[in-house]
């Protein structure tokens, strides 16, 4: 049974769903969670990709995705529910940081970036409730200020401990992005 909300997207109540249940069993298995994308999830992730981002090896904008969006969307909804989807290729932009040397940032085509979001919100609904508070690394709405706070909050409430600074070279080098190759495969994620 499918359980509609007001505004007709089941897609979050899935989502709600979800996370109520990873956060009662931190052992449950997930599977097969491509069911969660359709039409309505695709249409929020393209509203919410921003326009003045850059554009992947493809040069398709925002604007010019948007003008045949339902088509698109379909098609693009199609691929996935029949395992053909493909992400593209990305473009790695080499920026220089303040030591000298340059990180890597990825730049996903559009249509990768639909689906990027939309995986990272169902895999954010299965790990976000069973992370620990002190965990502040790639979560949304959280960022190294937040734990810089936290730690300065930690640092003046209790008068004993040291505090250790730890430098992992490029451990975080670059930012894992999840393709959704298999994901309408019943496969365990």
């Known amino acids: 049974m499918t359980v509609h909300s007001v505004d007709g997207n089941t897609w979050l109540m899935k989502l709600e769903r979800i996370k109520l249940l990873s956060s009662q069993n931190q052992d449950i298995k997930f599977n097969n969670l491509g ?26 904008t925002k604007a010019v995705y948007g003008k045949k969006l339902e088509a698109n969307l379909l098609l693009l909804l199609t691929k996935i529910r029949k395992g053909q989807y493909q992400a593209k290729p990305a473009r790695i932009k080499l920026i220089p940081k303040e030591d000298g040397g340059k990180r890597p940032l990825v730049i996903s085509c559009f249509e990768d970036k639909i689906i990027e979001s939309a995986v990272s919100k169902i895999l954010n609904s299965v790990f976000e409730p069973i992370f620990l508070k002190c965990s502040y690394g790639f979560r949304p709405k959280l960022n190294a200020h937040d734990a810089l706070r936290a730690l300065n909050r930690l640092t003046y409430n209790f008068n004993e401990g040291a505090i250790v600074e730890i430098g992992y070279n490029k451990v975080f080098q670059y930012n894992q992005t999840l393709r959704v190759d298999g994901i309408s495969k019943k496969e365990n994620i």
């Open 35 to 60: 069911h969660i994308i359709d039409l309505k999830m695709l249409e929020e992730q393209y509203k919410e990709l921003d326009s003045k981002k850059a554009v992947g090896i493809d040069g398709i």
